[in-house]
């Protein structure tokens, strides 16, 4: 097979850079849909058999046991992924175990507060924040964590189709691959100004070091070349062509990253805020529901 055959080849092969999916995806959707309706169900007859139905009564007041348990379980996605990684299944499946429950645990709590603070009866003084053991600043932090969790979600849908995009249109891959053949043009590069004039070699540097990458000179740019440079200064020109798209490649999936990493700088620390304040809420509501029986 000839060179050229081999580069069409190469370019005909199909990458493949997503992830395959998971059957526990419709697993996990099919048992919060089941979990969500059962309390549904529940719910609707405690509006139709009680004047006031409210967290402190039942079964409404069981509902936020339900929540705290499923935030519990929504946590451990948490633990399987930067503590307890012994744990069996793959960090794919607990993400859709962490999606799903995290959708409904709000759902739940708006169901064991009456919708209370969401649709009706909305207060934003002290007295409000501090009744029940917080619970009505636990109730919002879980909605904050969920908003968030959704925002992080699609970020995250966001960023894998950027880099999907940019590994097979920069015919190189991810970061790591366009980094390591940035170099290697590095290197080419400077293998070619070997022996060349000193303008050779200042034009060659400065599009090296030149922000956003190389791009076409002008005609003043260009230097003056003597007739044995002119072979190897095409080449360079295709090597810092090649070079400029790889680095502009490369700043996007950077960006992509970043995006990303600045969410969970301010989801993860939200996420153990809120389960301080929803632990302490459903703990001490426990607790007194426990005594007062």
Not at 4 to 22: E, F, L, M, N, Y
Not at 225 to 241: G, K, P
Request: aromatic letters at 12%.
């Amino acid at each position: 097979m000839s060179t050229i055959d081999k580069t069409i080849a190469k370019r005909d092969v199909q990458r493949i850079w997503r992830t395959p999916g998971s059957k526990f995806n419709w697993l996990f959707l099919g048992l919060a849909f089941v979990i969500a309706g059962g309390v549904y169900l529940l719910y609707r007859s405690a509006l139709a058999t009680q004047s006031y139905p409210g967290p402190f009564s039942d079964p409404l007041r069981e509902f936020g046991i339900v929540s705290f348990v499923l935030v519990l379980i929504v946590f451990a996605y948490t633990l399987r992924r930067r503590f307890v990684r012994s744990l069996r299944g793959k960090v794919q499946s607990w993400l859709w175990l962490h999606v799903w429950f995290g959708i409904i645990t709000i759902v739940i709590a708006c169901m064991h507060e009456n919708y209370q603070s969401i649709t009706h009866d909305i207060s934003f003084t002290r007295e409000r924040f501090t009744e029940a053991a917080f619970g009505t600043t636990a109730l919002y932090a879980l909605l904050l964590l969920v908003l968030t969790g959704v925002i992080g979600r699609l970020l995250d849908v966001w960023q894998a189709r950027v880099i999907t995009l940019e590994a097979n249109s920069n015919g190189v891959g991810i970061i790591r691959s366009v980094e390591e053949r940035l170099f290697e043009l590095s290197l080419t590069v400077d293998r070619l100004c070997a022996g060349k004039s000193i303008q050779f070699k200042q034009y060659c540097s400065e599009a090296l070091t030149r922000p956003g990458g190389w791009i076409a000179s002008t005609p003043s740019l260009l230097p003056v070349l003597t007739a044995q440079e002119v072979d190897d200064f095409q080449h360079v020109s295709v090597v810092l062509d090649e070079r400029a798209q790889l680095e502009r490649s490369l700043q996007r999936q950077k960006r992509a990253h970043f995006t990303i990493r600045v969410w969970r700088y301010i989801h993860i620390p939200l996420a153990y805020l809120a389960l301080l304040v929803i632990a302490y809420h459903s703990l001490f509501e426990l607790w007194r529901m426990l005594i007062l029986r």
